[in-house]
């Protein structure tokens, strides 16, 4: 480039714009005769952002104390969107303590997502909540409200107890699974 040339573009910045553009348009519209070569710009464009990790462990604290830790397979973190949020397609398991650091529940299920904003989890799938009193719920999805420290669902549910089995729709609980009540209990089943 002459020293003529590199003034004139500094000169007029809109001028080195405009080609750049120029230049993106003849090569997105020569794509457009290959629809593979549009195909794997589509995909590089959806990937683009992605955080992914293995074997991920996440620890949620408060004041000092562990309230929570997720491990997960696999989690994909999607940051540019207009609510960031993550997604564990490959399953979760959730281990939820007392102040004294001990565990007082624990969950699995194949699927999560994590609304960071919202603070929000959404858990789905053979979801399955046990707490250390030997009690067991059972649902196909469940919310876990960070903020309000509770965990909820509108589904069908069914608690194992020692002494019964439970059945309903619609569940409250804190998120130990220490304290719940069932919305709408639809049958009880004595195991003594």
Same mark, same amino acid.
């Given at each position: ?24 348009? =003849?090569?997105? @519209? &020569?794509?457009?005769? +290959? ?7 589509? $995909? /590089? ?56 650091? =001990?565990?007082? @529940? &624990?969950?699995?299920? +194949? ?7 919202? $603070? /929000? ?72």
């Amino acid at each position: 480039m002459t020293p003529f040339q590199f003034i004139y573009l500094k000169k007029f910045p809109s001028l080195a714009s405009t080609l750049a553009l120029v230049f993106i348009i =003849l090569f997105l @519209s &020569s794509c457009q005769k +290959d629809p593979e070569k549009l195909k794997k710009i589509s $995909k /590089l464009n959806a990937n683009l952002g992605i955080e992914r990790a293995i074997e991920v462990d996440i620890n949620y604290t408060d004041s000092g104390f562990l309230k929570a830790k997720i491990t997960a397979p696999l989690m994909e973190r999607y940051p540019q969107k207009v609510e960031p949020y993550m997604e564990m397609r490959k399953g979760v398991k959730g281990y939820f303590y007392n102040r004294n650091g =001990l565990v007082e @529940s &624990s969950l699995t299920a +194949d699927y999560a997502i994590s609304y960071e904003n919202r $603070k /929000l989890i959404e858990v789905r799938h053979r979801v399955s909540v046990k707490n250390n009193r030997g009690e067991e719920l059972e649902t196909e999805k469940l919310m876990w409200d960070q903020r309000a420290e509770k965990i909820y669902t509108d589904q069908f549910i069914k608690i194992k107890t020692p002494d019964e089995i439970l059945y309903g729709n619609g569940f409250e609980s804190n998120q130990n699974f220490t304290r719940y009540r069932i919305k709408n209990l639809k049958g009880r089943v004595s195991l003594k």
